[in-house]
């Protein structure tokens, strides 16, 4: 039952099409620069757009490479803060999976292979299934642009008249870019993920690229909607139907098609 899981969940990734070419990399700047004494304010100026979303609702289009495998597909996602949906649709618009978490606790019920996976931490879920150790609050704020939720800045430095690099109290580095006069946020680095924002919608990305250890991946970010009405209730609801065997975070592991 366990290989039923990996081609079920083949279907949703199979979805979308993917570019003939990958995304550009965000050309980032290098060497040790200069110490920037508004790195607080300019972080402040560039999360501005991002930092007050506090619930988002967005379809996400997957493409590109994990684990040795192609992956493309679309995912219909919905986040408030701590919590998260997150359905894997097939050409026919009828789900395949689905991803809720609230909190430390995440259920995914895989709908045609009928096994599910409860309370298991949905970072580790995420893992498993596309290869990102992230979780609810980190994932919102990486698609509104703001990279990751805990973001305090402890450092700056000035690399040129139009480029900064802050450091984070939490770890990890945020790359700011001065367009038309403001600070924007185009990539982030952190625990061996590398975010790129390669394109944007208004103040928004429209498009993100996550690489990593054997992770290329680029997420169209379409119809999205901030700051509407999502109660938390509705979007961790999920009903488990008669019938469903239960599935261990071990055996999604080995048989999810990012399988470590």
């Not at 290098?30 to 930092?51: F, H, I, K, V, W």
Request: proline residues 7%.
């Amino acid at each position: 039952m366990v290989e039923t899981s990996k081609l079920a969940l083949a279907i949703v990734l199979s979805a979308i099409a993917v570019t003939a070419c990958g995304p550009r990399r965000v050309a980032l700047p290098s060497g040790a620069g200069t110490p920037a004494l508004d790195y607080a304010q300019a972080m402040t100026t560039a999360r501005a757009a991002c930092e007050g979303v506090r619930t988002l609702q967005a379809e996400l289009g997957l493409s590109g490479r994990a684990a040795g495998q192609r992956m493309r597909g679309r995912v219909h996602s919905g986040f408030v803060p701590g919590a998260l949906r997150l359905e894997g649709v097939a050409p026919f618009g009828s789900p395949v999976f689905i991803l809720v978490a609230d909190g430390l606790k995440g259920t995914l019920l895989l709908l045609r292979d009928r096994r599910v996976l409860l309370d298991a931490p949905p970072e580790d879920i995420l893992h498993a299934l596309v290869g990102i150790r992230l979780g609810p609050d980190d994932l919102r704020a990486l698609f509104t642009g703001c990279v990751k939720a805990a973001s305090e800045p402890s450092a700056g430095r000035m690399h040129g008249p139009d480029w900064m690099t802050v450091e984070l109290a939490s770890g990890g580095t945020i790359y700011l870019h001065r367009e038309r006069g403001a600070w924007r946020i185009l990539a982030g680095r952190y625990e061996g993920l590398e975010i790129d924002y390669t394109a944007f919608r208004g103040e928004r990305p429209s498009q993100v690229v996550l690489r990593g250890k054997d992770l290329d991946l680029t997420l169209a970010v379409d119809q999205v909607e901030i700051n509407g009405e999502l109660p938390r209730e509705q979007l961790v609801a999920v009903t488990i139907p008669p019938g469903v065997s239960p599935l261990t975070l071990d055996e999604l592991r080995r048989a999810g098609p990012l399988g470590q």
